[in-house]
């Protein structure tokens, strides 16, 4: 079945870690996006990519960074300049970034710092 | 800028008509979208309505789009407690820094009472 998969779902960072969040896609899309959610706060834009070897940031990329290595993969990693890393991560996917094209999710990633 | 805003909260009776709005600011947005949220799950996209229609009617969904006063609204005829869920209102505008992805709203977390 096709899909975007999102690991490990939980996962405890200690402070001043680097952590990578993975995310896979075989749906053969070519733009893949991060998302962070707070409470509240709704969904805001990290990094976005979209095609291969190409990615672009978002709205609050300060503290995290991503490859693009490959049209299935987008891995996110949270670095140790990320302030305040606790959030649920969410990972998309879409045929392609500009057309109407419905945007598919992972079941997302709750990191937690202790 | 672009900015999407709902409500946060909503709560109806099982068996009651919810309606969430939402007031968009691009109106350069071709499509508006509804995603939902189940807890600590990934967004299903629920529906989307083109910027020339008026009303999109899907089963138990109803989407009105007020071009004018960039107002849409989602309602759920026959409210079930299985619709309980953070409801999406988003945009996708097609001119400026933000083009080409998705601008979401805080959500709108629906409860439904027996």
């Known amino acids: 079945d096709g899909g975007i998969t999102q690991s490990p779902k939980y996962l405890f960072r200690k402070e001043g870690q680097n952590v990578t969040l993975s995310c896979e896609q075989n749906l053969n899309h070519d733009a893949m996006y991060w998302y962070r959610q707070d409470p509240g706060q709704g969904l805001r834009l990290i990094y976005y990519?979209?095609?291969?070897?190409?990615?672009q940031k978002g709205d609050i990329a300060e503290g995290y960074s991503v490859s693009r290595e490959k049209k299935e993969s987008f891995p996110l990693t949270v670095t140790s300049a990320q302030k305040n890393p606790t959030a649920f991560y969410l990972c998309?996917?879409?045929?392609?970034?500009?057309?109407?094209?419905?945007?598919?999710f992972g079941q997302g990633t709750r990191l937690t710092v202790v | 800028g672009e900015d999407v805003e709902q409500s946060l909260f909503l709560s109806v009776r099982e068996g009651d008509s919810s309606v969430i709005n939402c007031t968009y600011t691009?109106?350069?947005?071709?499509?508006l979208y509804w995603y939902k949220q189940e807890p600590g799950a990934g967004l299903q996209l629920l529906t989307y309505?083109?910027?020339?229609?008026d009303m999109k009617q899907d089963q138990r969904l109803t989407v009105l789009l007020n071009k004018k006063d960039k107002h849409l609204s989602l309602r759920i005829a026959d409210t079930q407690t299985g619709d309980s869920a953070i409801y999406f209102c988003a945009e996708r505008p097609n001119y400026g820094g933000s083009q080409g992805n998705l601008i979401f709203g805080k959500g709108t977390k629906l409860s439904v009472k027996p």
């Open positions: 998309a996917s879409s045929i392609a970034r500009d057309l109407n094209t419905e945007a598919f």
């Open positions: 309505i083109f910027s020339n229609m």
């Open positions: 990519s979209q095609i291969v070897n190409d990615f």
């Open positions: 691009d109106s350069s947005s071709t499509y």
